[in-house]
């Protein structure tokens, strides 16, 4: 095979990987969009805390050191401890499910039946709360984030190279894992909503409301709860891009680049998410490799976006979104 | 006959039992607007009892107090000879009160089978771990829940339709479904917001059929809202009649054919 091919071919590759991720980003919006129809702005944000959080826990970093230290005059930084990868884990996702819940009770309980816009607003006010406080916590500086996968070519060559039809691919390692966990995250997040109560709850809350009140469930129960997952999801996402570029505020704006997925795949489809991640990630990889070139280079930085606009022309409900058809 | 808690057999020998569900001096208010005023009635154990009325008089009202949607301003609602406090629609729901709409509320996306079996949610009760793994209570419950949902399909006639997603369903069978929902929860009292609404004749027959077939197979309570009187004077044991969130009127088919106040109101009264 030429060379020329065979290097298209890895660059696919390599898109396909880098869609996985921004399709774990775009996960987490379509649950909280589908469920309760609100577009969470904070999901990036909550990426960053969720990884800020593990990173925090791990290191036995005391949570608001600073401001204790400051009102106390103490000097306390750390307890000491170094907790394994998995209790981390388990702590901020418990952490996390606490963070659904009080955004429930604090926010979303008093502003039940307000236009979609004004719960927008609330959740870019909570993205900007979040942010504070995550820096609060456990301090703004720039963290290494290690919880046993392999690290991201930023911080260190650890590459892996395959030769197949004698032409050395490049794949980075943490790609490779990512899309593992990223397809085992989605298998599990079907299978639970297809064959749980709580599933079925779920969907049937995302599909109509007052259908599902009539049948016994718990609108707020749902809610906390799709939230929760919505946490969860941003950890791995958070856990991904922390490990490949390291924890700090940019981690917050992947959420940008879930925008265009979702406009590509829906905002209403976990599957277009997933479809939607897949193409922006190939699609800015091979535009950028065949194009590039002739305009320049750097279309990786608007490629997404310019699609995304012609999808809103062309086809505004997305790939897999439901299609808007309004009665006269 | 119809006064205090004693049960009594109708003539096409169903049995009739003491008072279940009792609203007493219900008003609703929705701003300056009153949907419902100060109307009283009660429901018994295992009849049929319809509300209806012209246009605006408060019947989907009266069915969302039932049904917790909204909750009155004044007024006590008793179920089972206790006050009910004032509910949100699923808790009510979790009491055994099972309701369809009058627009029909379903799950579009979902087949005709996972919208019925939405109706057994309250009879999961295996605990996530389990359901989990696909194992012991779990499996049982999915295995028991499923048999009582092929029930309800073989009893509303609408097995092949099961797979089909409810959006491409026309109109009656999203009728039948929703009614299937609604049964799959096992319900003691069963509202129905204009079940027949927008229906061809046979279709009517049919959901008749169902609501009496229903009624008398498994003892449910129904409380229903229609329109069409010759349906409603058929079906119903008793039937109470409400107009601009009074009721004008409350009896049997026959006692509230012949009220005066009821003729005025559907026939229209000269002022002179």
């Known amino acids: 095979m030429p060379d020329q091919l065979l290097f298209a071919m890895e660059v696919t590759l390599n898109g396909l990987m880098a869609g996985v991720m921004y399709a774990l980003v775009a996960l987490g919006f379509v649950l909280i969009f589908k469920a309760s129809g609100i577009f969470n702005y904070a999901q990036g944000v909550m990426a960053l805390f969720a990884a800020m959080t593990l990173v925090g826990l791990q290191d036995g970093q005391v949570p608001f050191s600073h401001l204790i230290n400051a009102i106390f005059g103490t000097d306390v930084h750390h307890f000491g401890w170094h907790l394994p990868a998995f209790v981390a884990i388990i702590g901020t996702v418990l952490v996390m499910v606490a963070f659904a819940w009080a955004v429930n009770q604090l926010i979303l309980k008093h502003l039940v039946n307000q236009e979609p816009i004004i719960l927008f607003m609330a959740t870019i006010g909570l993205a900007y ?72 709850a779920l969907r049937a809350v995302a599909d109509d409301h007052q259908a599902a009140l009539s049948v016994g469930i718990s609108l707020r129960f749902i809610w906390v709860l799709v939230w929760a997952i919505a946490g969860f999801v941003a950890l791995v996402a958070g856990i991904m891009w922390g490990t490949k570029s390291g924890v700090q505020f940019s981690l917050s704006l992947i959420a940008l680049k879930a925008l265009p997925v979702l406009m590509l795949g829906g905002f209403t489809s976990i599957p277009g998410a997933i479809v939607g991640g897949l193409i922006i990630g190939v699609g800015e990889k091979l535009f950028e490799f065949l194009i590039g070139p002739l305009v320049g280079g750097a279309t990786e930085n608007w490629f997404a976006y310019v699609l995304a606009l012609v999808f809103l022309v062309f086809r505004p409900q997305g790939l897999f979104g439901e299609k808007i058809i309004e009665r006269v | 006959m119809l006064d205090g808690q004693d049960s009594y057999t109708t003539a096409d020998g169903r049995t009739i039992g003491g008072v279940m569900m009792e609203m007493r001096n219900i008003t609703l208010r929705f701003g300056g607007v009153v949907a419902i005023k100060d109307i009283s009635f009660d429901i018994r154990e295992g009849e049929i009892r319809a509300i209806i009325g012209p246009n605006g008089a408060g019947k989907s009202s009266m069915l969302n107090v039932i049904s917790g949607f909204y909750n009155p301003q004044e007024g006590e609602v008793w179920f089972h000879g206790a006050k009910r406090p004032p509910m949100k629609p699923y808790e009510v729901a979790r009491q055994g009160i099972a309701r369809t709409f009058q627009n029909i509320a379903l799950f579009e996306g979902m087949s005709v089978l996972d919208n019925i079996m939405t109706g057994r949610l309250g009879f999961m009760k295996a605990g996530l771990m389990s359901q989990a793994l696909w194992w012991g209570k779990a499996q049982k419950e999915e295995t028991e829940n499923r048999e009582a949902v092929e029930k309800i399909i073989d009893f509303l006639e ?114 002179d």
């Open chain 1, 129 to 200: 709360f979040l942010e504070g406080l995550g820096d609060m916590m456990w301090g703004s500086d720039i963290k290494k984030l290690d919880v046993g996968l392999p690290q991201g070519i930023n911080l260190g060559i650890d590459e892996t190279t395959f030769n197949w039809f004698g032409y050395g691919f490049f794949i980075d390692n943490l790609d490779i894992v990512a899309t593992v966990i990223a397809a085992l995250l989605v298998t599990g997040l079907v299978l639970f909503s297809q064959y749980t109560k709580q599933g079925r």
């Open chain 2, 158 to 271: 609408i097995q092949n339709i099961r797979k089909t997603p409810v959006g491409r369903l026309p109109y009656g069978l999203k009728k039948r479904v929703e009614l299937g929902r609604a049964l799959a929860a096992e319900p003691k009292l069963l509202l129905l917001d204009e079940p027949m609404a927008g229906m061809n004749v046979e279709e009517k027959e049919d959901m008749s059929r169902f609501i009496l077939d229903v009624n008398d197979e498994y003892g449910t309570t129904i409380a229903l809202i229609e329109h069409d009187m010759g349906v409603v004077m058929d079906l119903s044991d008793r039937v109470v009649v409400m107009d601009y969130g009074k009721k004008i009127g409350d009896g049997t088919p026959d006692e509230v054919r012949n009220n005066q106040d009821v003729i005025d109101a559907y026939l229209g009264v000269a002022h």
